[in-house]
């Protein structure tokens, strides 16, 4: 959802405006623009899933940090994970310094204090949960701030923020858009965990967020042709008779799960301007059907048409494309 575009305002009111809004999101900060002298742009949305609530914030060069005398003017207690999706992220917390890129996050807890910036235009992704929901303790939280890049967990969060941010609209109106955010929460908890010294803690979280952990590696595996239930319980150290039976009692079946995603997936190219040039046998193989007619077959199944059906049916009117499922 739209909160800012300070195109649609004087320019000497963006830099006020944009501070205000960011301190009404997310808690009291000072923001430091780069070229204010040449003025700016700013856009900024933000999307509720049920604890989490997600950012994008996209325009010209900025500063923005907290310190914990920042704590005197709001008592929001919080962790984010922030992660910069165009142009290159500098981020600074008591002493140790990391450039956020493409690849990689940061993760900031407010009332610890960071410093975060970028130069050019840029747009950063980031969300905030309160720091009581991850069920961690502080310093646990702020001893994984220096280490996220040691991580396995980490390019599991990165890829699902990115699911999150192409399908914020859709997601966050969706019925699931709680679950979606709890699912969130546990892969932060495992993220943080993964990179401690708490053997205790380290395997208690593992075996909680296990399911959502291989639900997450799924979805950034989907279009591999290669993913298996043997690959799979190889990537988390589990035996596939394992991984059924956590799926069992997830309440899901394995296979179905992942035909629904990859449909999911196929439906989208099939109604999107960039794929408009390929083949529909083509999308199919894109996200793992190698056999047509099993493909078409399944599809009409699930929506009621035909791959080809909906592809015309979209190009030709404004159909609504019911939300795809967390």
Request: glycine share 6%; aromatic share 6%.
């Amino acid at each position: 959802m739209l909160v800012l575009d300070t195109e649609d305002l004087p320019a000497a009111d963006r830099i006020e405006a944009f501070h205000a809004v960011a301190v009404g999101e997310s808690g009291s900060c000072s923001v430091e623009q780069e070229h204010p002298e040449a003025g700016i742009r700013k856009k900024l949305e933000v999307w509720n899933f049920g604890p989490l609530t997600l950012f994008a914030t996209r325009g010209t060069g900025m500063r923005i940090w907290r310190t914990p005398r920042h704590d005197r003017f709001d008592s929001m207690n919080t962790v984010s994970i922030i992660t910069q999706s165009q142009g290159t992220g500098a981020f600074t917390w008591n002493g140790h310094q990391q450039h956020v890129g493409p690849d990689a996050l940061a993760l900031a807890h407010k009332t610890a204090g960071y410093e975060y910036a970028w130069s050019g235009t840029g747009l950063s992704v980031a969300f905030m949960v309160d720091t009581e929901r991850l069920g961690l303790p502080e310093h646990l939280v702020q001893t994984a701030i220096p280490l996220l890049e040691h991580s396995t967990i980490a390019p599991l969060l990165l890829h699902h923020i990115r699911s999150l941010h192409r399908r914020a609209d859709q997601l966050s109106a969706n019925p699931g858009a709680e679950a979606l955010g709890s699912a969130t929460l546990e892969l932060t908890r495992a993220l943080i965990v993964s990179v401690a010294d708490d053997e205790r803690t380290r395997r208690s979280v593992a075996e909680d967020t296990l399911l959502i952990r291989v639900l997450a590696y799924i979805r950034a595996h989907l279009t591999d042709p290669g993913l298996t239930p043997h690959s799979i319980a190889v990537a988390h150290s589990i035996s596939v008779r394992t991984l059924y039976r956590l799926c069992e009692q997830g309440g899901l079946s394995l296979e179905k799960w992942i035909i629904r995603r990859r449909l999911e997936g196929t439906r989208r190219d099939l109604t999107t301007p960039e794929h408009a040039h390929r083949t529909i046998e083509a999308i199919a193989r894109s996200w793992g059907f190698t056999n047509p007619a099993h493909f078409s077959r399944r599809f009409h199944q699930t929506y009621g048409v035909t791959p080809r059906q909906w592809r015309r049916l979209h190009h030709n009117t404004t159909a609504f494309s019911p939300p795809d499922e967390p």
